[in-house]
């Protein structure tokens, strides 16, 4: 069954001359699994991200001991504690080396299904790409009039979906990298040592925190709509910021439904024609 | 259709605008809450259990032929490795009111001994150039010299029962249990010297375990005691939270 493209019934309305524009149906957008996945996510991440901040504050620099860093301007300054979780070095590894496999597991139960389900095929980059990104750029800054035609995604959004799974990947691995300096010595070789690989998942973090963050960012100002279409599946193409031809913040919502116009005055009826 | 314009515009009598500032309110309410919080009580068997589980997971990932290697180029720490212990005050072994030091190795061996500073260095000798893995996240590069741990349970001849070992000190109560595995590992040394001199009190003298296969709070100072048990003995950071099995 196709999950993706399953339009509801047309709703039913009395009125058969509607004053505006009827919306369009709203049509099933996500599958439960890629919002289960979504959300479970979303509580991994800022989980891993929070008791990673407090791991790191026990040490919040990467230099091996007698040596110095080149490639971090912050050696030595821990990050603000409001920032973290976990409240201290040995609740916060338990909370990240817990929380580790659920972000795996549901990364990979994610990808898996995409790739079976064939979503993947919103999210690769194609030929174009780069192009149509640019064509949003210019349309966020006032430089293009129209919202750019797109698919699923726009093209800006395309490449961060894409991007995230791997700066995942990128996080995951670095970690156990850091994790197994010894036993896995040949992955901690691989990100260049055990202090590169630290660095590398601290980078990786930074990547997966920047992209969350515009993530956020662009669904409150662009796409609204998109919260309840990642909690019930629905989403109402009328209301997609192409179709709202939707900068951030500008035109979040649909034009108002204009007053009705007042009904016509009452006529007399004509008098009877005297013979 | 109602004639209510606004219905048009709401759901459940929330329009758009307050379901977005609701909706950043909650989010931003349970994120503050969770600042820099221990997390939710209930949690903690849960945490508890990934604890153990990765244990299995740390034990099925340790080999004996895995070795730690310094990276090429690696300064070694030197007088920047940082010291420390539990008691008040650096530990030093008091001869006069403890008579000499010497290190206990008994539990579940055929030949429990006591071993003076000189029946040590009389044991075989190895010098290991390796990092030293702190729970904090630094490392710091070393060079460690003493008797391979697999030697010494060779020497007192350790029963195949023991499946952990106890390492005890005289730094208050400090000690910490560990898997027979990980202590049979080539690179964990039983070490009274450092960097080509004798072990300092900063550092654990008369003598340390050493290895790189465990995390630094693993690896008691101090010594004073080397026990083959049947079962684990946890240990002064594992007691209070810190992960029993800090493998690396």
């Known amino acids: 069954m196709t999950l993706m493209a399953a339009p509801y019934p047309p709703a039913l309305t009395e009125d058969p001359?509607?004053?505006?524009?009827?919306?369009?149906?709203?049509?099933?957008?996500?599958?439960?699994?890629?919002?289960?996945?979504?959300?479970?996510?979303?509580?991994?991440?800022?989980?891993?991200?929070?008791?990673?901040?407090?791991?790191?504050?026990a040490y919040p620099a990467f230099a091996r001991k007698g040596e110095v860093f080149c490639c971090y301007p912050f050696e030595h300054k821990p990050i603000p504690s409001w920032l973290t979780f976990g409240y201290w070095l040995g609740g916060a590894r338990h909370w990240h080396f817990a929380m580790m496999w659920v972000l795996v597991v549901n990364g990979l139960v994610y990808l898996t299904f995409i790739y079976l389900h064939g979503e993947w095929r919103d999210l690769v980059p194609r030929k174009g790409d780069i192009r149509d990104s640019w064509q949003m750029v210019k349309f966020y800054a006032f430089r293009r009039k129209d919202h750019p035609h797109q698919g699923k995604h726009n093209a800006l959004q395309k490449g961060a979906y894409f991007a995230l799974p791997i700066a995942a990947a990128l996080a995951v691995l670095t970690g156990i990298a850091i994790w197994k300096p010894v036993q896995l010595s040949w992955l901690t070789a691989l990100f260049g040592g055990y202090v590169w690989a630290r660095y590398w998942h601290f980078i990786a973090m930074l990547l997966i925190v920047i992209l969350s963050v515009?993530?956020?960012?662009?669904?409150?100002?662009?796409d609204p709509y998109s919260i309840t279409s990642m909690i019930t599946g629905n989403y109402d193409p009328g209301l997609s910021p192409e179709a709202r031809n939707a900068r951030p913040f500008y035109h979040?919502?649909?034009?108002?439904?204009?007053?009705?116009?007042?009904?016509?005055?009452?006529?007399?009826?004509?008098?009877?024609?005297?013979? | 259709m109602s004639d209510d314009p606004r219905e048009f515009f709401t759901i459940n009598g929330i329009d758009r605008r307050d379901f977005l500032i609701r909706g950043s309110g909650i989010i931003s309410a349970a994120l503050l809450a969770a600042c820099n919080s221990r997390g939710p009580k209930a949690a903690d068997r849960l945490l508890e259990y990934a604890e153990r589980k990765n244990r299995g997971v740390e034990a099925a990932l340790f080999r004996h032929r895995s070795m730690d290697v310094v990276q090429a180029g690696a300064h070694e720490a030197g007088n920047k490795l940082p010291s420390y212990f539990i008691s008040p005050t650096v530990p030093v072994w008091d001869e006069s009111a403890r008579?000499?030091?010497?290190?206990?190795?008994?539990?579940?061996?055929?030949?429990?001994?006591?071993?003076t500073l000189d029946d040590l260095h009389r044991l075989p000798q190895v010098s290991n150039r390796v990092n030293h893995y702190c729970v904090e996240g630094w490392t710091a590069v070393e060079t460690w010299t003493g008797v391979p741990f697999a030697e010494l349970a060779r020497f007192v001849r350790a029963d195949p029962s023991a499946r952990f070992v106890d390492f005890q000190s005289?730094?208050?109560?400090?000690?910490?249990?560990?898997?027979?595995?990980?202590?049979?590992?080539r690179q964990t040394?039983?070490?009274?010297?450092?960097?080509?001199?004798?072990?300092?009190?900063?550092?654990?003298?008369?003598?340390?375990?050493?290895?790189?296969?465990?995390?630094g709070y693993k690896n008691t100072k101090y010594l004073t005691k080397i026990v083959f048990m049947p079962q684990m003995n946890g240990g002064y950071w594992s007691d209070q939270g810190y992960e029993w099995y800090g493998g690396v």
């Open chain 1, 17 to 57: 001359t509607p004053q505006v524009e009827p919306r369009s149906s709203p049509r099933k957008r996500h599958h439960w699994i890629v919002r289960v996945t979504h959300w479970v996510n979303f509580i991994a991440i800022v989980i891993m991200v929070g008791s990673g901040l407090r791991i790191f504050n």
């Open chain 1, 214 to 222: 515009i993530h956020v960012f662009m669904v409150f100002a662009v």
């Open chain 1, 252 to 275: 979040i919502f649909p034009p108002r439904r204009p007053p009705a116009p007042p009904a016509p005055p009452l006529q007399s009826p004509p008098p009877a024609e005297t013979a």
């Open chain 2, 99 to 115: 008579g000499k030091w010497a290190l206990e190795v008994n539990g579940l061996v055929g030949n429990p001994v006591r071993l």
């Open chain 2, 170 to 185: 005289f730094d208050d109560d400090y000690h910490e249990s560990w898997d027979i595995e990980s202590a049979m590992h």
């Open chain 2, 189 to 215: 040394v039983v070490a009274y010297g450092l960097d080509g001199t004798l072990l300092e009190p900063a550092h654990g003298a008369p003598a340390r375990v050493y290895s790189p296969v465990k995390l």
